[in-house]
């Protein structure tokens, strides 16, 4: 059982920078895909960014490409996302989710996190 603890969401103005993190726990000696989606209300869910944490090709949603990035902490099992130049189109609740497959077999995910939400200002 994969517990996941998102932490980081909050209010900022357009422009601005968020830094989301997703605590990974109840595993061990293997690793598991993590990817952050996000829901606006009214709108369907979307993968923003994942990565196997093995190693391999870290995801990111068009949209958030050369803003968002991905950074591994190991030792913490953490995987955070760091959010640049956030538009007001980056609000939603944003939640992580994991996967023992890589990421490019996932279907639907197994464990999902409480989520936290971003709301960004014009």
């Known amino acids: 059982q994969v517990h996941l603890v998102e932490s980081g969401g909050g209010s900022v103005q357009a422009g601005g920078s968020l830094r989301l993190s997703c605590a990974a726990s109840?595993?061990?000696?293997?690793?598991?895909?993590i990817t952050w989606f996000r829901q606006a209300p009214g709108k369907e869910r979307e993968a923003v960014a994942g990565?196997?944490?093995?190693?391999?090709?870290?995801y990111y949603h068009t949209s958030v490409k050369g803003r968002f990035t991905i950074s591994q902490d190991n030792a913490k099992n953490t995987l955070s996302l760091q959010m640049n130049s956030l538009k007001p189109e980056d609000t939603a609740m944003y939640y992580c989710?994991?996967?023992?497959?890589?990421?490019?077999?996932?279907?639907?995910?197994?464990?999902w996190g409480q989520g936290t939400q971003v709301t960004v200002s014009s």
């Open positions: 989710a994991a996967d023992p497959l890589e990421c490019e077999l996932v279907l639907e995910y197994k464990y």
């Open positions: 109840g595993y061990t000696d293997s690793d598991i895909c």
């Open positions: 990565r196997y944490t093995g190693g391999g090709t870290t």
